[in-house]
């Protein structure tokens, strides 16, 4: 599996978290077919677009509503890791097989909790380093995530909710606007207390 066949950015650490449930799924025979394979209907050239499933509409995530998917995506899948005291809660929608056999990552969401993450700028260090940007080359900008702080950059944004508490979207930009990804990241908070 390389960067290109998944149409998105993944880190190392990430790609051998998704690698690794990738072959145990695979292992236990728990990989589905999407409602056109399931149906007998052969896929068009390009990618196969499901239609939402009840996890997709219905969403929540350790504790965040997700209230707003673009249109278009694919299925999702959950993930679960944890990297220097920090975990990670993730869900990944993917598109495919294109004609060559692979998957588009179309929208990640994910929560990070841990110790360290103190405010916007420990979150901004934190993701520095697990992401291996250059700190002096990354262009950041502010933006406001409903009444959160956060910063981004291409198809990704990031804020901080609370101390120890915060959580990031990405988008495939090919596909989907700038629009799109902040309407995403603003649905993703968490669930109102009550």
């Known amino acids: 599996m390389t960067r290109s066949s998944l149409g998105s ?27 056109a394979a399931a149906s007998g209907i052969e ?29 278009g995506i694919g299925t999702s899948t959950d993930f679960e890791y944890e990297w220097e005291d920090v975990s990670f809660h ?13 998957y588009k990552v179309d929208l990640t969401v994910k929560t990070l909790r841990g110790g360290k993450l103190t405010d916007l700028e420990a979150l901004k260090a934190f993701l520095v380093e697990y992401e291996e940007k250059d700190p002096d080359t990354w262009e950041l900008r502010a933006v406001k995530v409903g009444p959160y702080d956060g910063l981004a950059a291409g198809n990704e944004v990031f804020y ?14 090919e596909r989907f606007s700038e629009q799109d990804l902040l309407d995403t990241a603003t649905g993703f908070h968490p669930e109102p207390a009550g």
């Open 43 to 71: 896929p068009r050239s390009g990618s196969v677009v499901a239609p939402p499933s009840t996890e997709q509409r219905a969403c929540t995530l350790d504790g965040f509503v997700i209230e707003h998917l673009p249109d």
């Open 160 to 173: 901080f909710v609370t101390p120890g508490l915060a959580a990031e979207v990405s988008l495939d930009r």
């Open 9 to 35: 950015r993944i880190v190392p650490s990430t790609r051998r978290i998704v690698i690794g449930s990738a072959v145990v799924l695979a292992s236990l025979g728990a990989w589905t077919t999407t409602p």
């Open 90 to 102: 993730s869900r990944v929608w993917e598109t495919g097989p294109d004609p060559e056999g692979a």
